[in-house]
């Protein structure tokens, strides 16, 4: 699970970057003046001009972003504030729509920050570039308490690569660089496991270097301001400027974020540290395995995913996975379902094919956490829309609504599984059954919909008159699917406006996890409807 959107909250997100840019405006502008405008740094203006208020302002820029780019990375308090939130609301009779799609922007936030990091980053060094040419070139002889260069003509260069500011400036280029490229989508796909360890582990030599970046004292203010006003003519009865180094308070804007994170990143340390071990394995054909743990997990809800570690591939490896069933009243066993694609996946499955028992195998688990899809069964209205595996947080959905009885919302439920093949339903088939068996039984039996989308249909399947043998089986044990079983891909167009004008005066909730082109088509036809709110996850 990749990606996070909510088409509501930032329909699209134009108006968030509006008050992100206009709030970094004012930080930006409001330290370019006082740096420009406030007699104590008169002496120092005029020996570096312009390029003091804009390193300063961008240095602004960059401190309060670096405050908040930790806090969306607190995972385990965001889902714990999230929950507590919802359910304020809910016992309220108010709907927590809004408060769900704010938490859904986790990622999104994250991400703009460190957009805006990078940003600042570049202008800040390219302003200091500049200061150290013009520290030497506009010395100040008279004054030379304030000189940042220690002679007139002092080569640049030293003061970029012999300071303490130039050092650690430079080196936080270099991990910002790093980060940037390993952070690229078409980097992350192929190199996931580059992109994870330089995320994990070069953030807190950035943000080491960041505190000490300021703290040499290069930079001066005058103290004596007020009895030795900068730029008079007459400075004969007045005493000489008095200078002192500028104090740095960058260490401010980092401590209380990463001191949260901290605490966050302890309490999930501790909750991960006793291992579960597997009970039981089912593999689906054609790639998919169903891994069941009986083992309490508290506060768990439909929606929410684990991060799970097998220390014996990989001791530093968290890879995440949807809850497919979570604990209740009635089960004290969690699933989750894996497709086999990729390294860690396909080495777990050859380990179970190793292990003679499968209690033999451990797991470290992380989470539960929350994502867009634990407001489902919060919603009146939902249309989910999965492609392939991207099933697995509506099968938990489901799995809920059938141990729990479907007695409250949603109150009409629209579900479109896009599969490539017939095989790949197979999996997720007795539950899917199993809910449509409820649904006739309840007294509403139009609340369920389902639509079933095959893209590769077998050879002398039903679409050419004759039947596959998944379908033979699909007939026998699950007859309420077969009906239900469309080929080609779903006319998004014609379903939409359908849905459109079913709910005109209703808000209804979307729901959409798959490939990022699914994600991408279902965006495109929300955009177009003001009151359907689209929630989504993507996975590589």
């Known amino acids: 699970m990749v990606n996070m959107f909510s088409s509501r909250w930032l329909r699209p997100s134009y108006g968030f970057h509006a008050v992100w840019l206009l709030v970094n405006g004012i930080i930006f ?28 302002g961008s240095g602004a820029v960059l401190n309060v972003s670096c405050a908040l780019i930790l806090l969306p990375t607190c995972k385990q308090a965001i889902t714990a504030i999230h929950l507590c939130c919802c359910n304020v609301f809910n016992k309220c009779g108010l709907s927590s729509r ?34 150290a040419v013009n520290c030497s070139r ?18 640049a260069f030293q003061l970029v690569f012999k300071t303490v500011p130039g050092i650690t400036g430079v080196l936080m280029m270099l991990i910002l660089a790093m980060i940037l490229v ?15 360890y330089s995320h994990h ?39 000489p400027p008095v200078f002192i180094p500028m104090k740095g308070y960058t260490w401010l804007y980092v401590t209380i974020p990463l001191a949260f994170y901290l605490v966050d990143w302890s309490w999930r340390r501790v909750s991960r540290r006793q291992p579960v071990h597997v009970t039981r394995v089912v593999v689906h054909e054609p790639d998919v395995i169903e891994v069941v743990v009986d ?37 004290a066993s969690w699933t989750v379902h894996m497709k086999t694609r990729g390294d860690w996946c396909k080495q777990f499955k050859s380990l179970l094919g190793v292990k003679a028992r499968r209690d033999d195998i451990e797991l470290y688990v992380d989470g539960p956490f929350s994502s867009p899809f634990c407001g489902v069964l919060n919603s009146k209205t939902v249309i989910c829309i999965a492609g392939g595996i991207g099933f697995t947080p509506f099968l938990c959905v489901i799995h809920n609504l059938i141990r729990n009885g479907w007695h409250a919302r949603p109150d009409r439920l629209h579900i479109v599984f896009c599969v490539q093949t017939a095989e790949s339903l197979l999996w997720a088939s007795p539950a899917i059954d199993q809910l449509i068996e409820d649904a006739w039984a309840s007294p509403r039996p139009d609340k369920l919909e ?22 033979t089986l699909l007939g026998k044990k699950y007859p309420n699917l077969l009906r239900r079983l469309e080929y080609g891909r779903p006319k998004w167009s014609e379903l939409f406006t359908s849905w459109k004008e079913s709910y005109s005066r209703e808000r209804v909730d979307v729901f959409s996890c798959g490939p990022k082109e699914l994600n991408r088509q279902i965006e495109q036809m929300c955009r177009t409807i003001s009151n359907f709110t689209l929630a989504y996850e993507s996975f590589s």
């Not at 409001?30 to 390193?55: A, E, M």
């Not at 799609?101 to 936030?109: D, T």
Request: overall charge neutral; charged content about 15%.
């Open 29 to 56: 502008w409001d330290t370019y003046r006082l740096y420009k405008g406030q007699p104590q740094y008169y002496y120092l203006h005029q020996i570096l001009g312009s390029g003091l208020c804009i390193s300063r």
């Open 98 to 131: 809004r408060i769900r799609l704010f938490f859904n922007q986790a990622e999104r936030f994250h991400v703009t920050c460190a957009f805006t990091v990078i940003f600042a980053s570049v202008v800040h060094t390219a302003a200091h570039l500049v200061n």
């Open 138 to 155: 506009y010395y100040n002889h008279r004054w030379p308490d304030v000189n940042i260069a220690d002679s007139p003509g002092q080569d």
């Open 182 to 196: 390993t952070s690229a989508g078409w980097f992350r796909t192929r190199h996931y496991n580059t992109f994870y």
């Open 201 to 239: 582990f070069l953030f807190g030599p950035f943000l080491v270097l960041l505190v000490f970046h300021p703290t040499s004292g290069m930079l001066k203010e005058q103290t004596n301001w007020r009895d030795h006003w900068p730029g008079n003519a007459d400075d004969e009865d007045r005493p």
């Open 295 to 331: 083992r309490w997990m508290s506060h768990s809800q439909p929606g929410q995913y684990v991060l799970l570690q097998c220390p014996v591939i990989s001791g530093f490896e968290w890879h995440p996975f949807s809850l497919s069933s979570c604990c209740d009243l009635t089960h």
């Open 450 to 471: 389902i639509r079933l989308h095959v893209t590769r249909p077998a050879p002398g399947g039903s679409h050419s008159g004759g039947f596959s043998p998944v379908e």
